[in-house]
């Protein structure tokens, strides 16, 4: 038989029911605990977006090569060479003349 006195207390219990009190005090225990959870795991995520986002920045701040931007008198200067070519002399000769 059973070793407590029977009453309607000690039988709830022992079906699994329990007072409204201690319902709402392991749920509350229950609820907190989960939410604890979220919230790490939600600092975790910004955590590592925040590292990708610094890699991210790292390899955008390499430089990036100037061109050198072209004289007129390099241009001119390339005019008349090919306009030599294009007549088949020879620069120094033009210069003699």
Known sequence: ???YPVN?????KDRGY???QER???YGAYRN???DTKHEKKKK?????KKKK????????????????????DEQQN?????VDDSRFIPFVLELI
């Open 18 to 20: 329990y007072d409204k």
């Open 8 to 12: 309607k207390e000690w039988r709830m």
């Open 79 to 83: 005019q008349s060479w090919e306009r």
């Open 33 to 35: 605990k989960e939410q």
């Open 54 to 73: 610094k890699k991210k920045k790292k390899k955008k701040k390499k430089k990036k090569k100037k061109k050198k931007k072209k004289s007129l008198f």
């Open 1 to 3: 038989m059973l070793n």
């Open 24 to 26: 709402q005090a392991s």
């Open 45 to 49: 995520k910004k955590k590592k977006k």
